[in-house]
């Protein structure tokens, strides 16, 4: 598996999550080159970028969640993260990560994971 996604669950509106993307088969210097998204698909709606992170570390957010949801990278760690905050029923979801990287030729996709806001 060359990328994981992991964190989803179930929260109550207004609470957190944080949201993993680790790439444990890539080599550091690919993982520095790569631009890497969350992004998230609802039930019966089309998948929609949420954050991205790229190689030179500038960070772009979806307006729906800027200001609640922070990315952020650990490359010792060759993981990407996604702090939600003030999570709301809206923001339910299956949130995926992409990793891609121009001069390596790589594009990865993790399988998703799941997060429901429900009270």
């Known amino acids: 598996v060359q990328l994981q996604a992991s964190g989803g669950g179930l929260v109550q509106p207004g609470g957190s999550l944080r949201l993993s993307c680790v790439l444990p088969?890539?080599?550091?210097?690919?993982?520095?080159?790569?631009?890497i998204d969350w992004l998230r698909q609802a039930p019966g709606k089309q998948r929609e970028l949420v954050a991205s992170s790229t190689s030179g570390r500038r960070t772009t957010y979806a307006d729906s969640v800027k200001d609640r949801f922070i990315i952020s990278r650990d490359n010792t760690k060759k993981t990407v993260y996604l702090q939600m905050n003030n999570l709301q029923p809206e923001d339910t979801a299956r949130y995926y990560c992409?990793?891609?990287?121009?001069?390596?030729?790589?594009?990865?996709w993790g399988q998703g994971t799941l997060v429901t806001v429900s009270s």
């Open positions: 088969r890539t080599i550091l210097s690919v993982f520095n080159s790569m631009d």
């Open positions: 992409n990793a891609r990287s121009t001069p390596y030729g790589a594009n990865f």
